[in-house]
């Protein structure tokens, strides 16, 4: 097990889903977690889910598409805990439609959030890490962000754009001690799958058939994707910086 003993950790989306669970994970490796969601009640649940474990959290409600929340944030951080150590730009949306299916409106959308969201954050923390010479920052990606998918314009649009800026501040900052890394996850089972499963007639079969296309044979876990980020976060991968850690079951290699 990777630890985190003392590290001060942020994560973005934590309410739900893989964000939930890379909470969850840091703060068993000893990681101080602050826990952050636009939704209050979830990120609350996160937290509290974390503190009965006698382990580090707090929460702090924050839109990330909100670039002076996101500033003001920072200066919190920096105010309570001297520095952040490791950002996980995690909060992230979805959008099933052709080009012809989506809206200008739901592109402008899903760029605000997954796109313009990692910008704010690490533009908010990215002074203080150069500063200190230390600090990683983790975006979630997507198997989107390397290859096309069907009826996911929007959404691959906003995650090759991800997989962009991971690759550009990875090299402008490797000097500076500061790491960039982004993970590629496939389909992973989270309430963000349960509704897009909704929008399909049939929802069962939807489901045989979305685990079928994964050379594993059936979707990812929550938890599995968390484990890419702690190996990401710990000091262990000094060395890995700007890549695309492809947690997908093998779906980019064929
Ligand atoms: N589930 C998958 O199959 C899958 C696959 C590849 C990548 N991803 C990516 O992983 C990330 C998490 O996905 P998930 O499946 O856990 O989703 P989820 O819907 O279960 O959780 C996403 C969380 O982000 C929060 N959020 C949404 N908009 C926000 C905003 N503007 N500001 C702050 N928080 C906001 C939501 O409240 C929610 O708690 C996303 O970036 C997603 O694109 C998911």
Avoid at 162 to 186: E, F, S, W, Y
Avoid at 195 to 200: D, G, I, M, P
Wanted: charged share 20%; with cysteine; net charge negative.
């Amino acid at each position: 097990m990777f630890e985190l003993n003392d590290k001060i950790a942020l994560v973005t989306g934590a309410g739900s889903g893989i964000g939930e669970s890379i909470a969850l994970t840091f703060a068993q490796a000893g990681a101080h977690v602050i826990v952050t969601d636009c939704d209050n009640d979830s990120g609350q649940a996160t937290t509290r889910a974390i503190l009965d474990q006698q382990q580090k959290a707090a929460f702090v409600r924050l839109d990330v598409t909100d670039e002076d929340e996101a500033v003001r944030l920072a200066k919190r951080v920096v105010d309570q805990h001297g520095h952040l150590d490791i950002l996980v730009n995690n909060a992230g949306i979805g959008r099933v439609g052709t080009i012809e299916q989506t809206s200008g409106e739901d592109m402008d959308r899903l760029y605000a959030v997954n796109v313009k969201g990692v910008f704010n954050l690490s533009k908010a923390f990215i002074t203080g890490m150069i500063e200190r010479k230390r600090g990683t920052i983790i975006n979630m990606a997507s198997i989107g962000g390397v290859v096309g998918i069907r009826d996911r314009l929007a959404y691959c649009m906003t995650k090759f754009a991800v997989v962009g800026i991971t690759k550009a501040m990875a090299l402008d900052h490797a000097a500076q001690g500061v790491r960039v890394n982004c993970i590629c996850p496939c389909r992973v089972e989270t309430p963000f799958v349960q509704a897009r499963l909704k929008e399909y007639p049939d929802p069962e079969k939807a489901y045989g058939e979305m685990s079928a296309t994964q050379p594993i044979g059936r979707m990812a876990q929550p938890q599995e994707i968390a484990a890419a980020a702690l190996y990401l976060a710990a000091d262990e991968s000094i060395l890995i910086t700007g890549t695309t850690l492809m947690a997908d079951g093998g779906w980019s290699a064929g």
